[in-house]
């Protein structure tokens, strides 16, 4: 197997790529987001705690978003946006907490500037049966008027996962579930190999888009963020 590089991923102000780790603090120093950040600050309107989250998938470092979310915006604003961009297949529920499975779930109308404290780390868990659990950290949070009419800003994302075809190493875009599960193969596979694959006990092979929930539930996709 493959050694694993750290995820890389885009600043969607100034478009610059780098290595997860450094984006963070990239962005509070990005001078084509400080333009944006100024110009809203110009607007009329009160100030509110506006809060930096580094949004992962629980299983792995693959899958990430850089968010920034409006104090007064609610936890069914940041769910509706986890669904749109990763989650949603039909229409599953889903919670927040502090702790996981154990911890006590938050109301979906919780305003964030109530639960989200610097270090905090919430779970968001969509799917009880096949469920996709994914961890919120607050990385920062500054006062200011927020950069968007939404709750909240997408600021940063991974960029998708390199996967190779398992039958000759080309770039993937296909997944068949029946190899994951019942030949303990990776099922990744490319536009060619996927015409003559003989599997479909699992339903077609799936499309491998930019989500942590790729192979679950039947997910297809889009995997595009609403804003
Ligand atoms: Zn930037
Ligand atoms: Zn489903
Ligand atoms: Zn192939
Ligand atoms: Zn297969």
Not at 113 to 118: H, L, N, S
Not at 127 to 148: A, C, H, N, Y
């Amino acid at each position: 197997m493959a050694r694993r590089k750290q995820s890389r991923g885009q600043c969607r102000y100034c478009g610059r790529e780098m290595a997860k780790g450094g984006l963070i603090k990239h962005l509070s120093s990005c001078s084509q987001r400080q333009t944006v950040m100024t110009k809203a600050n110009q607007k009329p309107g009160a100030n509110q705690p506006l809060y930096h989250l580094r949004v992962q998938d629980a299983w792995g470092g693959a899958f990430w978003l850089d968010l920034e979310m409006n104090g007064s915006a609610t936890l069914k604003d940041l769910d509706s946006y986890l669904r749109a961009i990763w989650l949603e297949c039909c229409g599953h529920m889903s919670r927040f907490s502090i702790g996981g499975w154990r911890g006590d779930e938050f109301p979906m109308q919780t305003q964030d500037g109530q639960i989200f404290k610097p270090e905090v780390e919430l779970t968001h868990i969509y799917d009880f049966g096949t469920s996709s659990e994914t961890l919120i950290k607050v990385v920062g949070v500054r006062e200011g008027q927020p950069t968007t009419a939404h709750p909240l800003a997408l600021m940063a994302r991974n960029a998708p996962p390199d996967v190779r075809c398992m039958e000759c190493e080309q770039p993937a875009s296909w997944l068949c579930m029946e190899c994951q599960y019942e030949e303990d193969r990776p099922g990744m596979l490319c536009e060619q190999h996927v015409k003559k694959h003989p599997h479909e006990n699992y339903g077609e092979p799936v499309p491998v888009v930019n989500s942590p929930r790729v192979g679950m539930c039947g997910y297809a996709g889009p995997a595009e963020p609403p804003y």
